[in-house]
């Protein structure tokens, strides 16, 4: 039957087997590093409570401890893997709480559920009587004497300032080792000799079996690096007026063109970032309007009009003609005053004439998703830029960009399938990510489950086709003149199944 060692001088604690016990009994990974906290370094529940990202040291193996007893402990071999464990399977969320709530939106896990935590356990690992983080702690400070450590450590490490209240635990050891227990406590102990030297590294608190410590040193955890999310709700969209990424080149380029009021035409495929682009240069450029389509042409037309003046209607006519309000346009314009055009390539045949006129009065940048215009009159007054993909650099930026506030199970796994998926391009990235958003959580399901159609490139394989097509049909007929009967089946089994395919 198991049951807590009680002494004589009332210091509850758990046997040895009862911690395995109980570390054996727990399952979730979560539980069981916060009950190695315990066991294995001592904190008080209110400690675990506030335990921090900030708080562990990976590399030096120190966990900082805050509050009225900051102190810094050394991590054994035990605690590290547990917390190290604990950190892969860590969402990064909004809150810097090491130990997290894993239903629902995450947030800091409480006292009292830390608390309800250790009864489940204990009641699973099947002691009957009441185990709380007390009990861990006096557990973790009864077996610290074990290790030969004198009261002054001992204090630093518990972070106890009292010599009576140290001394208790200590008697509590020697009581329990030599055997001089309370008349309730049936189970039978052994005596251990005292060590004399401090343990710096805990390392004999570890109560694992031996192939248990020699494989986690043969093939040690690798902690997970967990970041704090923006507390900021909502959607975090790219606006354009503050933020681009990997486009410094291409910006720079474009100023000095359309400082020397020379006109630009970017082109890229869809989703690459034009419209982005075109709106960020609008920033630069105060005299200057973004127009996001060339038709209508009779809203095209309205919207320079208002651009050279915004009293215009009072100065034409009601209603006026497409022939009106670009000569009233013309009167008005100034080279130095930049159109920003969007989506060039919708240009129609109508309206070549009247965008000649305007290429000539004005500045323009324009884009387009085809790298020449279907008329040849309009492409050459234009300074042609390509927009590349994103590098993986500046598409790795955009991700962590608009990620930043939400919770992700595994990052590194979503961060790499929006890389392989977007190919650099920001829309796709931008896309898919809002796909997620609907998640309390972004597990690996919910990553596997996105896709985007921009972001997929596709190979022409058509002269390739025809030039296979081609050499079956001319091996059948090789194939026929040299009588080659099993050439020829060949030739037609072979013409079959790429008919099929």
Known sequence: MSHATTTTIDVEFLSLNESNALLDAVHDIR???????????????????????QSIDWKKRLVMVSGNKARTLPMNDQVFE???????????????????????TPSSLSGRSIDSIIRKTAKQAGITRKV?????????????????????????????RNHSAIQRYKDAYEHDTLGIQD??????????????????????????????????????????QAKVLSHIKGIIEVHPEETIFGRVGVIRDLKSSLAKTQSVLVAGPLGIGKSHLLKHMQVHFKDSVYISSPT???QFLKKICAFVNEDYKSELKSRPSNQVMLSYILENSDRRKLLIVDQAHKLRASQIEIFQELLGAFTVLAASEKEKL??????????????????????????????????????????????????????PIVDMVNQLRYEPVVNTKS????????????????????????MLTIFRFVAMGRHSYEGYML????TSIYMIM
């Open 296 to 298: 209508p042409v009779k």
């Open 447 to 470: 990553v596997r489950g996105i896709y985007h159609e921009a972001g997929t490139r596709y190979r022409d394989w058509t002269y390739g086709i025809m030039i296979l097509w081609g």
């Open 491 to 494: 030739a037609g089994l072979g």
């Open 31 to 53: 539980d069981k590093a916060i009950i190695t906290v315990f066991l294995t370094l001592g904190l008080t529940i209110t400690e675990c409570e506030e335990l921090g990202l």
């Open 374 to 427: 279907k008329y040849p009159q309009i492409q050459w007054k234009f300074k042609l830029v390509e927009l590349n993909p994103l590098t993986e650099e500046a598409s790795i930026q955009l991700i962590q960009y608009v990620t930043q506030n939400i919770p992700v199970k595994d990052y590194e796994f979503m961060e790499t399938r929006l890389l392989n998926l977007s190919n650099g391009y920001p829309l």
């Open 183 to 224: 008349e309730s406590s049936t189970h039978e102990t052994t005596s251990k000799p005292i060590i004399n030297a401090v343990s710096t590294d805990l390392s004999e608190l570890d109560t694992r079996n031996s192939i248990t410590k020699f494989m986690s040193k043969l093939s040690p955890s690798r902690p997970k």
């Open 132 to 160: 709380n983080a007390r009990i861990l702690r006096n557990t973790f400070a009864v077996r610290l004497f074990g290790t030969g450590i004198d009261l002054s450590d001992a204090s630093e490490i518990l972070g106890i």
């Open 82 to 104: 547990a917390l190290a464990a604990w950190s892969e399977e860590r969402v990064d969320c909004a809150t810097d709480a090491f130990f997290i709530t894993q239903k629902g």
